[in-house]
């Protein structure tokens, strides 16, 4: 494989990014999301880069995977906390340092933003894989549970 290259993700990639999107439910937690809604919701965050923005992972010219950053303000720190999400890199491109060239981007970015504390991702319990892979970078398991309410 070739050097991967890693950049912003551009509007004309929003459908690409959406299919990933999906496809990664469909992996993790075996759900099935609507394609017009989370092509709708990739596209309101493009037109909105206060909410945040995806990267993309391009190898032998092609685009092998994305993440999406959103921001959390964190009076304790008075800085960002970068949410790590939608994170997806082609079954057949995985172990080869897709996502590692993902978080080398974000690690470059955060640090020429200045006003970033830390990085928080949230992982199903069962994709036992990727927690290995950001175990591998340094991440590790908090001890705060995830509660929400989705009326």
């Known amino acids: 494989m070739s050097e991967i290259k890693v950049r912003q993700a551009t509007a004309a990639e929003a459908v690409r990014i959406a299919d990933f999107n999906r496809a990664m439910a469909m992996e993790t937690e075996g759900l099935a999301l609507d394609e017009k809604t989370v092509a709708a919701?990739?596209?309101?965050?493009?037109?909105?880069?206060?909410?945040?923005?995806y990267l993309v992972a391009e190898a032998d010219g092609a685009v092998a995977g994305c993440l999406l950053i959103t921001y959390e303000w964190?009076?304790?720190?008075?800085?960002?906390?970068?949410?790590?999400q939608s994170v997806y890199v082609?079954?057949?491109?995985?172990?080869?340092?897709?996502?590692?060239?993902?978080?080398?981007?974000?690690?470059e970015l955060a640090a020429?933003?200045?006003?970033?504390?830390?990085?928080?991702?949230?992982?199903?319990?069962?994709?036992?894989?990727?927690?290995?892979?950001?175990?591998?970078?340094?991440?590790?398991?908090?001890?705060?549970?995830?509660?929400?309410?989705?009326?």
């Open 41 to 53: 919701g990739v596209v309101a965050l493009m037109g909105h880069p206060d909410r945040g923005f």
């Open 74 to 84: 964190s009076d304790w720190r008075n800085k960002m906390f970068w949410w790590i």
């Open 112 to 151: 020429k933003a200045g006003n970033v504390c830390g990085f928080r991702l949230y992982v199903h319990k069962g994709n036992v894989r990727a927690q290995e892979v950001y175990r591998s970078l340094g991440m590790h398991e908090t001890e705060y549970l995830l509660y929400e309410d989705m009326p």
């Open 90 to 107: 082609k079954p057949e491109l995985r172990g080869r340092g897709i996502y590692r060239a993902l978080d080398d981007k974000v690690q």
